[in-house]
Structure formats: structure tokens, C-alpha cells
């Protein structure tokens, strides 16, 4: 009697856990904008927020960065744009959404002082963190005397730690129809370690992978990127397993100046999301304007949550601030912002033979100046005899 009820009490947490399981992956289509969920159905994937927009900058665009990954904000794009990091890079992201849903990320990066694996060029490597919450979810349950007992609890808790790296391994020039072109072509790679906590009481960890890669034409200013994201082992509730969102992500860009110190960048991509049977195309443009104010506006077209976006950013020396927000509906509207320093005067040091080259305003040093044969003086042109003037040898002849 007493094992039938154990058995019994056993299924009905098992039914419990697959429900709140079910909940919780609806509540955070909800809850996460930008990240829709078919819970309880084929394709269903959990981690939701591996598939959200960090960076006002690429939010502003719409999302399309895959091709454009060119600072910290690379981990959660492309990983081959940390190979084009100059200089070392802080920045820090918070994210607001529907029903206090939030996220913050921090990031590092920086070029290493060392030439990578294939000797090309120093690599850039950096370490992130993000962390959010889907909003509180209120569990109520009617007890045998018909009270009802209720808990407020968080939805979903996640952490993501990330390792990043990414490096150039070709760099070439070649004629194409008389056009001298350079190819610059770059390699990345992260791991992370993925953790989730559902309802306060269920939680479930996972090992996952990104890899990208990134060509350049910086003459022209175009290139074109592809990434994977979140590839992987899935999260395992109990005895529920549900596979991470993988992203495949493929785009194009094309940035050129215009007058003075102006340009304009346009950017299209295209994401499948492997494991759900998803796709998105985006496109956006970003006007930099004079080193201090960059511009950016972008479209989803083909997402559950397509519509505009639009963001802005300031910049001044090493400091940066920018934010974006989506204005796809009213009900899945979100905004970010972000505060990013680049260390100007923290210079990475060139281990190869450094090869001095004089300032053109340095004067020269003073030169010793070679002794020059003494000159021969010119014969002096003989004087012509004045008439009555006595020559020497009449003087001899007379003596």
C-alpha cells in the first residue's frame, strides 16, 4: 500500500514537473521579445535567451552583425571578429523586456601580444558573462480543506559563461580583371558553459559551442560572415530533455565614406535556427557621423516578431554609449543600452624587431662633411710685354 502510493505520488510530481516545464516555456515566449517558443510541441528548444539581440548596436540594425562582428560584442555573433580587435575592450549591456524580463551581459577583450596559431597576426580573445530573468511566475495550488496556497517565483534563471577567440589566417592580394584586391579572412571559436534554473527548483547545465568565419575587402569595404551558435548538448529537467536554440547565421556588408570623416554601413543576414525549424531575414544601416554620433535603423522581416528597430549611438575618445529599442508591437516593444571603453593608451606590445623611422619634422643630425682636394689654382694669364720694357735675358746678355 504504502509502495502503490509512492509509485502513485511519484507520477503525479513527474505530470507536475512536465506541466511546469510546459509553463514556464510558454511564459518566456512571452517574456523574451525576441525570442518566441512553440512550447510542448516538436522543435521546442529551452535557453530562449541564447537566441536575443546583446548589443544596442546590433539591435539597432535589426540584428544583422554576423558580417560586421568587429568588437567585444563578436562573442554572441561571430567569434572570427575578435581577430579585428585593436585595442582592449570593456563593455557592459543591460536589456529590459516585457513583464520585468531582464539581462545584463559584461564582456572583455583584447589582442593578445603574441602571433596566433598560423603566425598571421596577433588574435583577440575575450571572456563574457550574461545573466537574466524571466520575471516572477505565481504558483497557486487548492489544498484538501479548499484554501489556496500561493508562492511567487522566478520564472527561469540563466547564467552563460563564455570563452572567445578569434584570429586572421589569410591575408593576400590579388588582381581580379586589373583590380588590385586585398582578402583578409578570419577565424573564431567559443565555448560556453550554460546554466538554468526553472522555477526555483529545477535546474539544468550544458556545454555548447560557436564558430565563425569573416572575410573582408577592406578597399572596398565589403564583407560577408557565417556563424553557428549554441551547438550542443541539450538541457536535461529531471527526466525532460530539450535541445539548445543553434543558430546558423549568414550575411553580407558593405560600409563606405561619404564626405569628411562620414560613412555609411549597410548589413543583410539571413538566421535559420536549426533545431526549431525557424528562419529570419534582416537587414539595417548605421550612419557614422564625424567620429561622435553613429545613427542606426533596421528591419526583421521574417519573424514572429518582425517590425522595426532603431538605435543611436555616442562616442568620445575611448567612451562609448549607445542604445536601441524594437518597435515591432506594443506588446513585444524592448530596449538596451550599453557602456563600452576602449583603452586607447593600453598599447600591446610588438615582440618582432621594431624598425625606427624618423619623424619628417625631426631634423637631421649634422653630417661630417668629407675633406674636398685642394683646388688648383688657375695659371694666371701672362701680361703681354709693354713696348721699351727690357726682358731678363737682355739683362743676361748684357752681363
Given at each position: 500500500m504504502?509502495?502503490?502510493y509512492m509509485n502513485?505520488?511519484?507520477h503525479?510530481r513527474?505530470?507536475?514537473?512536465?506541466a511546469?516545464?510546459?509553463?514556464?516555456?510558454?511564459l518566456?515566449?512571452?517574456?523574451?521579445?525576441?525570442a518566441?517558443?512553440?512550447a510542448?510541441?516538436?522543435?521546442?528548444t529551452?535557453?530562449?535567451?541564447?537566441?536575443?539581440?546583446?548589443?544596442?548596436?546590433?539591435?539597432?540594425?535589426?540584428?544583422?552583425?554576423?558580417?560586421?562582428a568587429?568588437?567585444?560584442?563578436?562573442?554572441?555573433?561571430?567569434?572570427?571578429?575578435?581577430g579585428r580587435?585593436y585595442l582592449p575592450?570593456?563593455?557592459?549591456?543591460y536589456l529590459?523586456?516585457f513583464?520585468?524580463a531582464?539581462?545584463?551581459?559584461?564582456g572583455f577583450?583584447?589582442p593578445?601580444?603574441?602571433n596566433?596559431?598560423?603566425?598571421?597576426?596577433?588574435?583577440?580573445?575575450?571572456?563574457?558573462?550574461?545573466?537574466?530573468?524571466?520575471g516572477?511566475?505565481?504558483?497557486?495550488?487548492?489544498?484538501?480543506?479548499?484554501?489556496?496556497?500561493?508562492?511567487?517565483?522566478?520564472?527561469?534563471?540563466?547564467?552563460?559563461?563564455?570563452?572567445?577567440?578569434?584570429?586572421?589566417?589569410?591575408?593576400q592580394e590579388?588582381?581580379?580583371?586589373?583590380?588590385e584586391a586585398?582578402?583578409d579572412?578570419?577565424l573564431?571559436?567559443?565555448?560556453?558553459?550554460?546554466?538554468?534554473?526553472?522555477?526555483e527548483?529545477?535546474?539544468a547545465s550544458?556545454?555548447?559551442?560557436?564558430?565563425?568565419?569573416?572575410?573582408v575587402?577592406?578597399?572596398?569595404?565589403?564583407?560577408?560572415g557565417?556563424s553557428?551558435?549554441?551547438?550542443g548538448?541539450?538541457?536535461?529537467?529531471?527526466?525532460?530533455?530539450?535541445p539548445l536554440?543553434?543558430?546558423?547565421?549568414?550575411?553580407l556588408?558593405?560600409?563606405r565614406?561619404t564626405?569628411?570623416?562620414?560613412s555609411?554601413?549597410l548589413?543583410?543576414?539571413?538566421?535559420?535556427?536549426?533545431?526549431?525549424?525557424?528562419?529570419?531575414f534582416?537587414g539595417?544601416?548605421?550612419?557614422?557621423f564625424q567620429?561622435?554620433?553613429?545613427?542606426r535603423l533596421?528591419?526583421?522581416?521574417?519573424?514572429?516578431?518582425?517590425?522595426?528597430?532603431?538605435?543611436?549611438g555616442v562616442h568620445?575618445?575611448?567612451?562609448?554609449?549607445d542604445?536601441a529599442?524594437?518597435?515591432a508591437n506594443?506588446?513585444?516593444?524592448?530596449?538596451?543600452?550599453s557602456?563600452?571603453?576602449k583603452f586607447?593608451?593600453w598599447r600591446?606590445?610588438?615582440?618582432?624587431?621594431?624598425?625606427?623611422?624618423r619623424?619628417?619634422?625631426?631634423?637631421a643630425?649634422?653630417?661630417?662633411?668629407?675633406?674636398k682636394?685642394a683646388k688648383k689654382?688657375p695659371?694666371?694669364?701672362?701680361?703681354?710685354?709693354?713696348?721699351?720694357?727690357?726682358?731678363?735675358?737682355?739683362?743676361?746678355?748684357?752681363?
Amino acid at each position: 500500500m504504502h509502495g502503490s502510493y509512492m509509485n502513485n505520488s511519484q507520477h503525479r510530481r513527474g505530470e507536475s514537473v512536465r506541466a511546469a516545464l510546459s509553463i514556464v516555456f510558454a511564459l518566456a515566449s512571452i517574456l523574451y521579445p525576441l525570442a518566441p517558443v512553440f512550447a510542448g510541441g516538436p522543435g521546442s528548444t529551452a535557453v530562449q535567451v541564447l537566441k536575443t539581440d546583446i548589443s544596442p548596436r546590433a539591435m539597432g540594425m535589426g540584428g544583422g552583425f554576423v558580417s560586421v562582428a568587429d568588437d567585444i560584442y563578436s562573442v554572441t555573433y561571430n567569434p572570427a571578429g575578435l581577430g579585428r580587435l585593436y585595442l582592449p575592450e570593456i563593455s557592459a549591456t543591460y536589456l529590459s523586456g516585457f513583464a520585468d524580463a531582464k539581462l545584463q551581459f559584461l564582456g572583455f577583450g583584447m589582442p593578445l601580444p603574441i602571433n596566433g596559431l598560423i603566425g598571421l597576426d596577433k588574435p583577440g580573445i575575450a571572456v563574457s558573462a550574461i545573466f537574466s530573468q524571466s520575471g516572477d511566475f505565481t504558483y497557486r495550488r487548492i489544498n484538501d480543506d479548499g484554501t489556496i496556497f500561493s508562492r511567487s517565483m522566478d520564472a527561469e534563471g540563466t547564467k552563460v559563461f563564455s570563452l572567445s577567440y578569434g584570429e586572421r589566417v589569410y591575408s593576400q592580394e590579388m588582381k581580379i580583371e586589373g583590380y588590385e584586391a586585398r582578402i583578409d579572412q578570419y577565424l573564431g571559436l567559443s565555448a560556453k558553459y550554460v546554466k538554468s534554473e526553472l522555477l526555483e527548483t529545477y535546474s539544468a547545465s550544458a556545454i555548447a559551442f560557436d564558430a565563425g568565419w569573416l572575410l573582408v575587402e577592406p578597399k572596398l569595404g565589403l564583407a560577408c560572415g557565417a556563424s553557428l551558435s549554441n551547438y550542443g548538448g541539450g538541457m536535461t529537467y529531471l527526466k525532460e530533455t530539450y535541445p539548445l536554440p543553434s543558430v546558423m547565421r549568414l550575411g553580407l556588408s558593405w560600409q563606405r565614406p561619404t564626405i569628411m570623416d562620414q560613412s555609411v554601413l549597410l548589413a543583410l543576414e539571413y538566421d535559420i535556427y536549426t533545431n526549431e525549424g525557424l528562419k529570419n531575414f534582416k537587414g539595417g544601416l548605421e550612419y557614422h557621423f564625424q567620429k561622435i554620433l553613429n545613427a542606426r535603423l533596421g528591419y526583421k522581416a521574417v519573424d514572429d516578431n518582425k517590425g522595426l528597430t532603431m538605435g543611436v549611438g555616442v562616442h568620445h575618445e575611448g567612451f562609448a554609449l549607445d542604445f536601441a529599442m524594437s518597435l515591432a508591437n506594443e506588446v513585444f516593444n524592448s530596449s538596451q543600452v550599453s557602456f563600452s571603453y576602449k583603452f586607447a593608451g593600453w598599447r600591446i606590445r610588438d615582440y618582432k624587431k621594431a624598425v625606427h623611422y624618423r619623424n619628417q619634422d625631426e631634423k637631421a643630425p649634422p653630417q661630417k662633411k668629407a675633406k674636398k682636394p685642394a683646388k688648383k689654382e688657375p695659371a694666371r694669364p701672362k701680361k703681354a710685354q709693354e713696348p721699351g720694357q727690357k726682358k731678363d735675358s737682355d739683362f743676361f746678355m748684357l752681363y
